[in-house]
């Protein structure tokens, strides 16, 4: 089973967009859409201090009947943030974000964020790794 750090080298966007805590919610909402992102990781002076998604905003804004325009990302983010290294797997990364209810999983390597994966980004490679795996034995079935 490949690596997150194998993942993000695959990745087609390796990308990591991200937002200042001081930010308005509706700066995160535009660069959300600008980018074609569910998700924002927070950054204040180098440090990851938390993430902020389309979950949040509709949970802790749009519910809650609070302005984007007013309210800034810090007092919405999800922190503190659940993050990887580049050395885990997909599956300890599947099963970390199956039992914290997460969608997005920060990667940070000595301190310091270097990717940012999906649900789909994982579920993408599982079904590639399966595939492989079926023709593997589609080939030894066949004596190849």
Not at 26 to 42: H, I
Not at 53 to 80: C, Q
Not at 95 to 108: K, S, Y
Not at 117 to 132: F, M, P
């Amino acid at each position: 089973m490949k690596t997150v750090a194998q993942i993000l080298r695959d990745k087609q966007n390796r990308d990591v967009h991200t937002i200042g805590p001081h930010a308005t919610v509706l700066e995160a909402l535009q660069v959300l859409a600008e980018k074609n992102v569910g998700a924002l990781p927070v950054v204040e002076d180098g440090q990851l201090v938390g993430v902020i998604s389309e979950r949040d905003y509709a949970r802790k804004v749009v519910l809650r009947g609070r302005s984007s325009v007013g309210t800034p990302v810090r007092s919405i983010m999800s922190a503190p943030v659940v993050t990887v290294g580049p050395q885990h797997s997909i599956r300890a990364c599947m099963a970390l974000m199956t039992d914290r209810h997460l969608r997005h999983l920060p990667v940070v390597e000595n301190g310091h964020l270097v990717g940012l994966l999906s649900i789909g980004d994982l579920v993408k490679e599982a079904i590639a790794e399966q595939d492989a795996l079926i023709g593997q034995l589609q080939q030894y079935i066949r004596g190849e």
